[in-house]
């Protein structure tokens, strides 16, 4: 679910201090995207799930990653499927607990 490896190369450069602060931010901006694609999934999904796909990989949460990725693929083979947002959500909150907890 964590790529404990890139946690602690981001600890490493940044210190623990602005890892935190990047933490915050990176977990304020998924739930601003996940709210924003629940509230208009059929305008914004490439976009936002884009957006978490890479900043989840970046901060290493991999599995939330997978999960953007795979529902792009899925999307791009049906567009006028139902966004299954759900997933992501429940991967996203799992790993911010894990990492936090």
């Given at each position: 679910m964590i790529n404990w490896d890139r946690i602690a190369e981001?600890?490493?450069e940044l210190g623990e201090d602005d890892f935190g602060e990047v933490i915050a931010l990176f977990c304020d901006e998924v739930d601003e995207a996940l709210n924003?694609?629940?509230a208009d999934p059929v305008t914004q999904a490439?976009?936002?799930l884009h957006f978490i796909k890479g900043s989840?990989?970046?901060i290493g949460f991999d599995a939330v990653s997978s999960l953007c990725a795979g529902e792009e693929a899925r999307l791009a083979a049906d567009p006028?499927?139902?966004?299954r947002i759900t997933p992501i959500r429940d991967a996203?909150?799992?790993a911010r607990l894990e990492l936090l907890g």
């Open positions: 981001l600890t490493s924003d694609l629940a490439r976009e936002k989840a990989l970046n006028l499927g139902d966004l996203f909150h799992e």
